[in-house]
């Protein structure tokens, strides 16, 4: 079992808190539109890729932190002007991030095992 | 005259007769069926020829060497197709070196008919031979695929080149390996995956040279209506910290660009210990080694020191400038290449104090008097330059960041010296290939020893067959990102995809991306007039006045362009200069249009777009040879 510690959030101030939380920490953030009470999420291609980014978490480093998001519903992620788009500078769902580097995978990319393990065991 | 498809299973690979073009004559010349020639090959000649031959044996799992219209080769292709195995086929009939290459071949093999036959560099012999061995099952032994080598290609350099060669070859299928690794400066300073362009050249550079021309976009557009009360200043630290995030995504994107494509991608420094194999040492020390059938060479170059007291200890380079964590203040810039005079021009830009050291004349190897023009154009910003000293001396007045340097410098046409204090000093005075420490004399690959760079051959291949190289490390080749890019591509086709095209070295346009750009395409008017003569050619220029700088009240000097056309070949532009605003979007266009063939005329039959900086070359009158004057007046 690899030692990372999950923390689950929605929306973007809960999102920034945990962030703060964990400052000092190695931050790995998953962005997924949101789930519904079935625990389904609208958007395919985050269904598509959780199982792999799960996979990928396995190669994770002790002390990382992962902060497994939903940014909220449809219309709220098309809106061009909402604060991950515009703060966080997210292009899409589902993005996965190692934060404060540039180091992010976006849609398609996450679907890929070798890069979801790139990203996770980089040093 | 080449015949029909060999009839079986798999088609085979005629390398002689792809569009009449020999893989092994000199470029330009079209194979014609031969006559038979004696052979008047010097010995320097046959060196190459030779070492071209066994780059093919060694290139292919099976070649022949055959002539059309000869039975016993047509039997040989025909077994081969039988069996399902692709051959690479010369016909020595169809290529007008055929009699050397039958020679030289004799020399390799002591076999001096056709068809001669090699399976996995191995000399099997005539069809005769062929058919014995297929008999016996030596055949089917020596075609087996040799496991030999962890890879099919290792790329030492993973910037411009090495990726797109890398990352082509990955694309056609083979088993790929970077090796990339930075040797911080004597700075500290060191980056990661891409190379020199997009961590300390083309991309930081022209970064910072938007920065340099928003803050005079801002001083103009006072007179466009704009108001604003405040003082505008420059903060150096959002500036390098916008650009380095920049410049982290684009590693990231490399990371991910060779994972795609299942490249392997080691951080470590690649160094041959004997032939076919690498031992790369990573930054922990630790050392493996790795075997591949070819390897390319892709090292680049690291900025020169001048060798004098203080260099290494107080000076930075580009290698530090576009990371450096303070504000570099009054800055000294050494050399006049054009990484000289572009900081110096974006430092000048964000309102730094700027002073220019040149030994001698201004960008070197470019048009003189269009490098004269720009450094003008530097002094009107107010960079201030020293022509005609060098620095013997640099000492430390203070340390901090930045700290006080003391710069002593020697005049070049006398006992002169001079004196001056800097925050700090920037060393541009040229560049260093990365081809001493990897083992390059342990194999035998040639290089310069002046310059450290490789000759090649218009394959891009080194003294030594399997050895290849593309970028700022090739002997007399530009050094820039798109011709590196273009070479490594061709260089993979031509390894592993079957394909001919060599890179086209021709024409290359370039830009020096000071805050007036001068952008060139060709031949400057010195070469040309090496080349041609001068009285065969006929220089067209003119001074323009770019619209925008009308309201902006700036000078209506300085900006100017040339052509430079061949009168015995219809006018045609053999050179295109540009100094002016924009300079590098114009001359991508021209560049393709002498590609094409551009002429005088060409030029006066295309109409302009107004208004515009460009359309001046549509309308080009004024002669140098008229004498005429080509000032504009007033202002």
């Known amino acids: ?123 | 005259m080449s015949p029909g498809p060999v009839r079986g299973a798999t088609p085979n690979r005629r390398l002689g007769s792809v569009r009449g073009v020999s893989v092994l004559s000199p470029p330009g010349r079209r194979a014609r069926p031969s006559a038979p020639e004696t052979s008047r090959l010097s010995s320097a000649a046959r060196e190459e020829l030779r070492r071209r031959l066994l780059g093919l044996i060694e290139g292919h799992r099976v070649v022949i060497f055959s002539k059309s219209y000869c039975p016993h080769s047509a039997r040989v292709k025909e077994l081969f197709s039988s069996l399902g195995v692709e051959c690479n086929i010369l016909e020595l009939d169809q290529v007008d070196n055929g009699a050397s290459v039958q020679e030289v071949l004799s020399e390799i093999t002591h076999q001096n008919t056709v068809p001669n036959i090699f399976v996995n560099k191995v000399h099997v012999g005539g069809c005769d031979r062929t058919f014995q061995a297929h008999q016996s099952g030596l055949l089917q032994k020596l075609l087996q695929e040799d496991p030999a080598y962890d890879y099919d290609l290792i790329v030492i350099g993973g910037g411009s080149g090495g990726l797109a060669c890398a990352q082509e070859a990955a694309v056609l299928g083979r088993k790929v390996m970077v090796l990339d690794f930075v040797a911080p400066s004597p700075q500290g300073t060191s980056w990661g995956l891409g190379g020199t362009c997009v961590n300390v050249g083309c991309v930081p550079k022209k970064l910072m040279h938007q920065a340099a021309l928003l803050g005079q976009a801002l001083t103009d557009s006072r007179r466009f209506g704009w108001e604003f009360s405040q003082q505008v200043k420059h903060n150096w630290g959002t500036l390098t910290e916008a650009v380095q995030t920049h410049v982290g995504s684009l590693n990231w994107g490399c990371r991910l660009s060779l994972r795609e494509k299942a490249v392997a991608y080691v951080n470590a420094h690649g160094e041959f210990v004997e032939h076919h194999k690498v031992k790369a040492t990573n930054g922990k020390g630790q050392k493996t080694c790795y075997t591949a059938a070819k390897f390319v060479i892709a090292t680049g170059e690291r900025p020169r020191y001048l060798g004098i007291q203080g260099d290494k200890e107080y000076c930075i380079t580009s290698d530090d400038l576009f990371s450096l964590p303070y504000c570099p203040g009054a800055t000294l810039v050494v050399g006049a290449s054009y990484v000289a005079l572009e900081c110096a021009g974006f430092l000048a830009g964000l309102g730094l104090e700027v002073t220019v050291m040149v030994r001698s004349v201004l960008l070197r190897g470019f048009d003189q008097e269009m490098a004269e023009r720009l450094g003008s154009s530097l002094e009107r910003l107010g960079v201030r330059f020293l022509r005609k000293f060098v620095p013997v001396a640099v000492l430390q007045l203070e340390k901090g960041s930045p700290g006080r340097l003391k710069v002593v410098a020697r005049s070049t046409e006398g006992p002169e010296t001079v004196e001056g204090v800097y925050n700090t000093v920037l060393l541009a005075i040229g560049r260093d290939s990365c081809t001493k420490g990897i083992g390059l004399e342990k194999i035998g690959v040639k290089i310069n020893e002046k310059n450290g760079r490789i000759p090649v051959n218009d394959m891009e291949q080194t003294t030594v067959p399997y050895v290849y190289a593309v970028g700022d490390v090739l002997e007399g080749k530009p050094q820039l990102t798109p011709v590196a890019m273009q070479a490594g591509k061709l260089l993979a086709r031509r390894l592993f995809g079957g394909r001919l095209e060599k890179c086209d070295y021709v024409n290359v346009p370039t830009v020096v991306f000071t805050p007036l750009e001068y952008g060139c395409c060709g031949l400057s008017e010195e070469r040309a007039a090496q080349e041609y003569q001068r009285e065969n050619l006929e220089v067209y220029h003119t001074v323009f006045w770019p619209l925008e700088w009308t309201v902006a009240c700036r000078d209506n000097n300085a900006c100017y362009a040339k052509i430079i056309c061949n009168k015995l070949d219809n006018e045609r532009v053999i050179g295109f200069h540009i100094l002016g605003p924009n300079a590098g979007e114009i001359t991508q266009g021209f560049a393709a249009a002498m590609k094409c063939g551009l002429t005088k005329r060409l030029l006066d039959d295309t109409v302009g777009i107004h208004p515009t900086c460009a359309e001046v070359f549509t309308t080009l009158e004024i002669t140098k040879s008229s004498g005429l004057d080509i000032m504009q007046k007033g202002c």
């Open chain 1, 1 to 123: 079992m690899a030692g990372y510690k999950e923390v689950s959030v929605a929306g973007y101030e809960d999102f920034m808190q945990a962030v703060e939380q964990h400052n000092g920490k190695t931050v790995f953030a998953y962005f997924s539109g949101s789930k519904d009470a079935e625990g389904k999420s609208w958007c395919p291609d985050c269904v598509q890729a959780e199982p792999v980014v799960r996979e990928g978490l396995k190669h994770v480093g002790e002390g990382c932190v992962f902060i497994y998001c939903q940014v909220g519903e449809k219309p709220y992620w098309k809106d061009p002007n909402n604060d991950f788009r515009k703060k966080l500078k997210l292009t899409a769902v589902p993005t996965l991030l190692k934060y404060g580097t540039p180091h992010k995978l976006v849609e398609s990319e996450c679907l890929q095992a070798n890069l979801v393990e790139m990203l996770f065991s980089e040093d």
